[in-house]
C-alpha cells in the first residue's frame, strides 16, 4: 500500500496493522462502535462548517461521521484521510449514489498538508477518536493546526481518563480498548495548549460523560482580523 511519498517505516506498519485489524471489521465497525464512540454527533453538529466551506476529517474510516456531516452542512466540500486503505474502500461504497462525493485519501496523519487536497487550507478539521489510535499523535495534532485556515478550527472528540467514573470501569475500559490498539491520551490538553502560540490559536477543553470522553475545539487566528 502506498503512503503518496509520506510512509516512514512507522507509518507503514501502523499502515499494514490497521488494515488487517480492519479488513472485516470495516463491514461492522458503525454498528459495533455505535454505543461507545460518545460525542461523535455532537461535535459534528456543531462544526458550523460556512456555506460552501470545506471539511476534512483525520481518520475518517468508514465515513460515517462525513456522511452526517453532509446531512448537516449540505454545501460543505468534504475531504478524508485514513491510514488504512481498507476503510477507505467502505468511505467509497457508503457514498456511492450520494449527490456528493468526498475526495478521499490513503495518508498519514502525522505529516499530511492541505495542499495535498488541491486546497490552501481547511475551514474546519474534525478528528473524532483516532488521535487514541495514531502512535505519534502529537504530530498529528500539528499537522491539523497546519492545515487548517487562518480563522478555521480543529475539532477533537476522543477517549478521556474517565475520570469521574469508578476506578474498575476505568481498568475495564482500558484493558478492553488495548485489545484494538486504543490508548486514551492523558495528556491532551497539554499537548494542544503547548503548541497553540505559534497559530495564534486558542482552546476550549470539556469532559464529557463524567470524563468518558474529553471534547476540544481548537480556533486559529484569522490573520485579516489580527491586522484590523
Known sequence: MSLDGAGSAAAVEHAARMDRMYRYQRHIYDITRKYYLLGRDRAIRELQVPKSGTLLEVGCGTGRNLLLAHRIFPTAHLYGL???????ATTRANFRGKAVTPQVKVADATTFQ???????GFDRILISYALSMIPDWEKAIEAALGALKPGGSLHIVDFGQQEQLPGWFRTALRAWLARFHVTPRATLAEAIESRLSPFGADMMFQPLYGGYAWRVIIRRRDDQAGRN
Not at 492541505?114 to 490552501?120: D, I, K, R, S
Open 114 to 120: 492541505a495542499e495535498e487536497f488541491g486546497v490552501a
Open 82 to 88: 485514513d491510514i488504512s486503505a481498507e476503510m477507505l
